[in-house]
Structure formats: structure tokens, C-alpha cells
DNA sequence: CATGAATGAGCTTTCATTCAT
DNA sequence: CATGAATGAAAGCTCATTCAT
């Protein structure tokens, strides 16, 4: 009578405990012995789930990327300022943790190849998505869409650069600011398009 | 007096190092030993003229900001496409190595409070800059000057972006983008206030 | 539980290894990688069961100190008698590695608060019981107690200095002169208090 | 026009270096650089004029053993005490730094030989003269004289006891207390011996 | 599956000593 | 003689990873 594998359970709750102790003391603090401690599991435990510490930062980055695109579907209204939204993590599902996580990552992206390839990888995702959000909106003003890429480049680089400022530099732009602000970027953009 | 102090051109030179290391490794991966390697001279001078290796990267981020400043000054035209250009460190007196650098700095940032509040006290200065900028040009198109707060944010929060995705996902917006997009993004924010 | 634990076990022997490689090469040559060697371990378990190198020296400090305390209450007879030899460490329990670590842990006094701290309790702590034998011996005499204390500390200086010259200069005094030596010390100065 | 060798006084310089930075900052504390900082001298300096750090310590315990021996033969009155007086640096030639410097050298005596030597001398020269000492006290007393290396031996423990716990446990035993103490441990122990 | 002890490579830092100037 | 930069060998400590139980 096997006992039933609980593998899926343990490894969401190892990257749950990466989670915590990244945001708590950085990616380098989080040490196995501190991921094992904030998920109330013992270190050799991490390793049996995961063959390198690498692999469960690899594992939270698909999990806050998917986390990001069901808050986007779940969003209702406008879909340009809905997917900003949802990127900037705003709103009722808000998750505090995941946007220090995900500077964090931006930063990690910069040493481990395998964590740069899934940030591009969602990086890019997300600027084939605005595009086609952008795109339908300047069609729907009458507008040549020929500057959408550029466009929605410039909404990307913003919704990021907002995330590194807020970790990095808390205090330097004002709380709950970034949103609206990318809301209007995007609009002045695609207002300065040229009519058809 | 008998032996000449070069200690000044040996902190550049190790500034130098370190820069160079951390560029091919990351910071982490700059060791003691591979920033003596990168700047040719023995691991223990490092320490000696340093006291710690966090001394070494507040003196490069020091001399990036510094960098910036001049680049800034030396540059001719309109002030707020200088601005931008020099941020984002185009035209001939590029140097792409203190992109990446400043990359990584603003991910230290999250690590180590000094560098926080070096990086931290860069962007207020910048922001502060901008304003006046955006303001002036505000006023010269007989714009209401209300908002040139949050048109600098997001034009600064563009900048700190452009500068994460080049360095964590290298490839995914066009080379020499930045620049042109940034500076029709400060236009579009701009001529989108309302006049007085 | 899958692996027991064995922390009291290995800390223990780490001790002893501090304890031998102390003694063979003094505080500053006992490295982590001596007493590692002494004690058979690999460095790195030094610490995984400690947190510093200070700190196994501070239970080395402890347990010594239980031993005087254990050997003092083991003995039988005169009780004046007894403290003093149980602190010299004569007779058939005797632990020359002892005697020479005491004398390390009075010179590292000097360096380390935290060892500075047990050793005046230590000393506090021998001093009272002193001052209560000596001050019973002089009632059973008929004499006045009142330079019981002055006695007592005559009484721990000679025992203190005769760990320190066994240590730093052995062969000035002959080998198992101390105890006897002390005790005629002590009668003397019993006897030379004034009859009430 | 050669300059004349100042080389005597420089060796004292770095002498009082070693014993202010010792002092201060411990044996090992005091590295080549804090030494030369205390002598206000280079610390390429101190390696002209000794060939190793272990040398200047050597150099310190001579003239400290030099020092007490002017202070015993600069004192009148009655020679035991002035030798203990002499021995705990008291009166008004006092000389606090130098009492913690000789706790000091008893700790290095541990470790290196070569102080152990001149502190092993310094002992047996002391030894050798308090036995001559109390020699003759006891014959003044009319009495027998077999048991003067005893008695020598057991003041010579009290007066380095008392070093120790004045360094190591400071405040322990009252201040100024040493040397009555000794005195009347002394005397105890001449009285305590059988006339002739 | 789970535990936590064990390993050893690698890190920053200190420092006696050397030596070009 | 004097300077202070330069060297390199330790040292203590951290930690991902392994593995006996």
C-alpha cells in the first residue's frame, strides 16, 4: 500500500518557501536551509524535489508568469488598460510578494542564462500580446498601426522600469502611481498615431 | 618622499576591474580574485586599497553617475532629447559596458542599502532634472505645467526599463531603440497636457 | 525521525578537538582545519554546530568549569583541602590537558569579552565558596573573620598564578608542588588571623 | 657627509609602538601597521629595524624586565617589600601599561618559544632573588631556611596571580589590594616557619 | 519520501613580509 | 634610512549539494 505521491503538493511548497525568503533576504539569502525553514520542510527535502536551487527559481518564475496571465483573463473592461493593469499587479488580486519577486528575477535574469531565457521568453509574450491590443485599438480610432511595435515597446519598458524603481528605489515615485501613469503613456501614444 | 602614492590611479584601476568582472560574471561572480585578474594586479592589493569589495562598487557607481553628468553637459541641442540621449548612453561616446553595469547596480540596489541610496539619490537628482525640463518645455508650448511630476516618471521609469530589458533579455526590443522611442514618448506625454 | 540526532555527540567532540588542538598549538593555531583534524571531522561540520569558532571555545570555558565543579564535590575530606587541589587538578583525576587549556582561557580573557565574561564568573564564583570555607575554618578556630575575604583572594591569586607560570614557564616550579604549596599557603594565612 | 644611525632610537620608537597598540588592541591586534601608526612611523619601517613582529615583542619583554629591576634598585626600605612593590609596579614610578603589557606576555609565552624563554628567565631571575631574600629574612627571624624556595615560590604565584585576574577578571579582587596582599601573604608564610 | 548531518569548494578579509622607489 | 604599495598565504565562514539512516 504505497502512500500516494504528494510531489506536487511538496514542490509548490518549496516554491512557495523560495518565495518568501527571496522577498524577506534577496535570492542569495535565500539559502536551501532558509527556503526549507519558510516552507516548514527539511533542506534534503528541497533537493529530492529539485535537483539544483536554480531549478525551483526557474519554477516560480512559469508560476508568477501564469499568475499574471489569469489575472489578465480574469480582468474585465477595457482590454489595453486591463492588461496593464494586470501586469502592474493592481487591484483586488494584488500580490506584493510576487512584484518584489519579479524584480528580483529581472535582476537574476542578469547572472543564470536559463532564468534570462524564461524572462525573455514572458518579455516577449507580453509584447506580442500588447501589440495585438494596440494594434485593435488604433484600428478601432482609425489610426495607421504601422507603430504599434514601437508602441507597445515603449508601454513594456515603462510597466518595467516601474518595477525596478519600486524595488530598488521605494519612495522615488509615488505609491499606487505606476498604473495610471502607464495608462496614460499608453494613451498618448496611440493618440499621437497619425489617422489613416 | 620616496615612493610616489598611485593610489588614485589604482582605485581606478580596480574600479576598472570590477566593472570589467562584473559585466562577464555578474557581481556575485566578480570575486576578490577575478577583479584583481580583469584590472592585472595581485587579489590582496584590492584590499588594500579598498576596505571591502561593497567600497569597490559604490566607487563604480559613483563614477557611472558622474559619467552620465558630463555626458549630459557635453552634449549640444535640445536639452530634453540631450537628457534622454545621455541616459541612455547613445551616440559615439557610447559605452555599452556601463549599460550593463548599470543594470546590475540597480539589481544590487535590492541587495545592498549603500548602493540603494546611491542609486536611489541618481534618480531623485534625474527626476528633479527632468522636471525642470519638462516644465520649461511645457511652458514654451503654453501648456499647463501641472503634471510635469508624472510625465517625468514615466519617462524615467521608460529609461530604467530600457535599461533592464537590454541587459536581461538582450534582443527583445531593437538595438538603438531606446533612444528615438524614449524621446517620442517624452513628445507624445508632452503635447498630450492641455494648454493654458 | 529518519536521521537522529547526534549534535550533542559531535558537539562535544568538537570540543575535545578544540581542546587538543588548543593545547598542542595555542588558541590562534587551533584553525577550524586543526580541530577539524583533532577531532576527525571535516572542516566545514565545525560549523554546521557551531556558528563561530568563539563560541565552541566559550563551551570549552563551560565545561571545564563543571569539571572543577564535579571534582570538587567528588572529593572527600577536609574541605579547604579539597578546593584546592580539586582546582589545581591533582590527584588521581587529574587532566594535564586541562591545566594547560585554563591557562590558554586566561590569556584569551584578555581578547574576548564573551570569554572575559565566564572566566570573572568562574573567578566570582570560586572566590565565594573560598570565602565561606576559609571563614568556617576560621570559626572552628576561634579566630575573627573579618579578613576572610582578603585570605580568599591571596588564596586564588596563588592558585591562578600557579597555572600561569606551569603554562608559560613550566619547569620554575617543581611538578606537583602547586597543591601543597597552596595549602601551607593557606594554613598560614589562617593562622596568622588574630583569635576573637 | 654620512647621516648619523638613528637606529637605537627608532627601535625604541617601534618598541613603545608595539606596547601602545598591545595595550589597546592585543598582541595580535596590533599588526605592523597599527604599530607603525602608534610610533608615527612607516610600517616598511618597522621590517627595517627588526627583522620580525615576534622581535619587537622580545625587545619589550628585555626592557620591561629591565624596568623592574631599576624600580627594585631605585626603592629604600625593607627589601622584601620593595621587591614586591617593585614586582606589582606600585608607587608612584607606577606604570599601568606595563602591567597589562606583562599579563600580555605571559598569554604569548604560551605560543612562542621564544618569549616563553625570556619569560621562563625573567621567573627564574626573580625566583632566584626572592629566595635569597627571604633567606635572609628568616635567618634575621632565627629561623630555618630550608623551606625559602617554597615560600619564594608560592609569592612568585601570587604576584603573577594577581596579574592574571587584574587583566583577565578585572574588578574581581579590589584595586590596590595586590600588593598589601602579597606582603601579608608573605610575612604569613616567613612567620609560619620553625625557628631554628 | 523525509531527515538533517556531512562535505568541501569558494568566498571575503587580514596581515607579516618584501621591495621598488 | 624611509616610504608605502605590493604580495600571497592563511584564516573564518557560507552554502549548494550529497547521502546514511
Do not use: C
Request: aromatic share 4%.
Amino acid at each position: 500500500m504505497a502512500r500516494p505521491s504528494n510531489t506536487l503538493r511538496r514542490r509548490e511548497q518549496i516554491v512557495d518557501g523560495l518565495l518568501a525568503a527571496m522577498v524577506a533576504h534577496g535570492y542569495d539569502g535565500a539559502s536551501i536551509v532558509a527556503i526549507g525553514k519558510a516552507a516548514k520542510l527539511a533542506p534534503g527535502l528541497v533537493h529530492y524535489h529539485f535537483d539544483t536551487k536554480a531549478e525551483v527559481l526557474l519554477a516560480l518564475v512559469e508560476r508568477l508568469v501564469q499568475q499574471v496571465r489569469a489575472r489578465y483573463a480574469a480582468r474585465a473592461g477595457d482590454r489595453l488598460d486591463a492588461f496593464i493593469d494586470a501586469h502592474l499587479a493592481l487591484g483586488s488580486d494584488a500580490d506584493p510578494r510576487a512584484v518584489a519577486a519579479w524584480s528580483i528575477i529581472g535582476a537574476e535574469a542578469l547572472r543564470q542564462p536559463d532564468v534570462r531565457r524564461l524572462y525573455r521568453a514572458a518579455l516577449a509574450s507580453t509584447l506580442r500580446e500588447l501589440k495585438r491590443l494596440v494594434a485593435a485599438r488604433l484600428r478601432e480610432q482609425g489610426r495607421l498601426t504601422r507603430n504599434a511595435g514601437s508602441v507597445s515597446a515603449a508601454i513594456v519598458s515603462a510597466i518595467e522600469g516601474a518595477f525596478r524603481i519600486a524595488a530598488a528605489a521605494p519612495g522615488s515615485l509615488p505609491a499606487g502611481y505606476a498604473a495610471p501613469m502607464v495608462r496614460r503613456l499608453a494613451h498618448s501614444l496611440v493618440t499621437a498615431e497619425p489617422r489613416a
